[in-house]
């Protein structure tokens, strides 16, 4: 199982990012997929999850109304479009798929949104 962050950079204040992430090794459709973020010194907090048909989308609330996650099972890839960044969504964002007990993280992409 890999999975493989991108997107990431440098953004003033209300911009936009969107960061992919690029999953392979395992039955991509079959698995839900999540987005977390940590800033150095705290811990990895949960930013959003899509179920594995897309049809059920969850978000932590400082990003509702901001982000929105996606997922192309065509391209095993899943999309976190991130509107409206606040210097406080300054983070490394890592994706994440858990396979029965093992949860595979994939290298995070470094968000910095500047004021």
């Known amino acids: 199982v890999q999975l493989q962050a991108s997107g990431g950079g440098l953004v003033q204040a209300g911009g936009s990012l969107r960061l992919s992430c690029a999953a392979s090794?395992?039955?991509?459709?079959?698995?839900?997929m999540g987005w977390f973020r940590q800033v150095p010194g705290k811990e990895r907090e949960f930013v959003a999850l899509?179920?594995?048909?897309?049809?059920?989308?969850y978000y932590t609330d400082s990003v509702k109304g901001r982000f929105t996650l996606s997922r192309g099972n065509a391209r095993n890839t899943v999309y976190l479009q991130m509107n409206s960044l606040k210097p406080e969504d300054t983070a490394v964002y890592y994706c994440?798929?858990?396979?029965?007990?093992?949860?595979?993280w994939g290298k995070g992409t470094l968000v910095t949104v500047s004021s």
């Open positions: 899509i179920s594995w048909s897309g049809g059920s989308i």
């Open positions: 994440n798929v858990r396979i029965r007990t093992t949860v595979t």
């Open positions: 090794g395992f039955t991509f459709s079959s698995y839900g």
